[in-house]
């Protein structure tokens, strides 16, 4: 089956490359003309734009920034949107608050198309490596026309019910991640201003009950102080907001959310917003010198 796949940024890129690498027909786009030249590259179409995408294939992936770029590509609100998913089905793969998927499932139902939601669990390393987790909810009917599609990005593919749980699931996992960098950055931190061996740090830690795919890709960075992004802290800071806002709407205490919310929210203040989520060191760095950030006082 031909699939479009619109968004081609940090997970977007190579999600889309093992694609269009499988074999199938792929159309593809993105806003920014510069990021569509290695999917032209690999084999794919290139689109002029959305309704040229939506136009050529039944399903139509999107690994979009957040609700407002998937609002903006399919035209929500504007006659744009029932010309480009009637009879298709829509599948939304990047993270959104789950009230934001239910409000857009009933939208795309009811201009005649079919709903999928499919956010993945993985960075831009398991995104090239085709080894991310999805998570789906929707239809019986139309999780199984998507769920081949997604075999050449992702190793597994949990069905979670209907919408949200997929997103619900989603970011219950991010929770985990979340608290997990910070608290392998906060023990780095430790490590290293107590004059500690950081490279023996790392063995100890690799060597030990702890280590893990997260610790093995993250402590590295930590030593080198390489934040080339592989998860922006803008977007961990997003997610964050996203957990707690679901936390509070439930009534679920998530302590350890709270104070990694206001970290994130310090390392964007700090001027870090675009590097990988390992950049959180700053943040602790800065607590530690006794450092003022302008973070607002409810952490952003
Ligand atoms: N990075 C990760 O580790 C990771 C892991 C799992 C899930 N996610 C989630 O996946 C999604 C994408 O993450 P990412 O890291 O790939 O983010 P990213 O690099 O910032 O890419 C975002 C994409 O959204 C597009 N976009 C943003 N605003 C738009 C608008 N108004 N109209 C049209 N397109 C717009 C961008 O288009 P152009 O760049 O072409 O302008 C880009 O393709 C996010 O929801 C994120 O939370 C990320």
């Given at each position: 089956m031909d699939v479009g796949f619109i968004g081609l940024g940090v997970m977007g890129r190579p999600m889309a490359l093992r694609l269009a690498g499988s074999g199938r027909k792929v159309t593809v786009w993105s806003r920014t003309a510069a990021k569509r030249a290695p999917l032209r590259a690999a084999g794919a179409h290139v689109a002029a734009g959305p309704d040229e995408v939506f136009r050529e294939a039944p399903v139509v992936l999107l690994m979009l920034a957040d609700g407002d770029a998937v609002d903006a590509v399919l035209g929500r609100?504007?006659?744009d949107f029932a010309a480009r998913v009637a009879g298709r089905t829509v599948v939304p793969m990047g993270t959104t608050s789950p009230a934001y998927s239910q409000g857009l499932e009933a939208d795309v139902r009811a201009a005649g198309g079919r709903y999928v939601e499919a956010p993945v669990s993985g960075s831009r390393v398991p995104a090239e490596a085709g080894r991310l987790v999805a998570m789906v909810a929707g239809e019986e009917e139309a999780v199984t026309q998507v769920r081949p599609l997604l075999e050449p990005m992702c190793h597994e593919t949990f069905v979670c019910g209907r919408v949200p749980d997929a997103l619900l699931m989603k970011l219950a996992v991010n929770l985990f991640l979340i608290t997990t960098v910070t608290g392998l950055a906060e023990s780095f931190h430790f490590a290293e201003r107590h004059g500690l061996d950081t490279r023996r740090f790392l063995d100890v830690l690799d060597a030990g009950p702890m280590a893990s795919g997260v610790s093995r890709m993250k402590a590295p960075k930590l030593l080198a102080r390489?934040?080339?992004?592989?998860?922006?802290v803008r977007d961990v800071l997003m997610n964050n907001r996203l957990i707690a806002d679901a936390a509070r709407a439930s009534g679920v205490a998530s302590p350890l959310l709270d104070v990694c919310h206001a970290l994130f929210a310090d390392t964007v203040a700090l001027?870090?917003?675009?590097?990988?989520?390992?950049?959180?060191l700053h943040a602790l760095e800065a607590r530690t010198e006794g450092v003022a950030t302008d973070r607002p006082a409810h952490g952003g």
């Open positions: 609100g504007t006659p390489d934040f080339d992004v592989q998860a922006a001027g870090h917003g675009a590097a990988d989520m390992a950049a959180v």
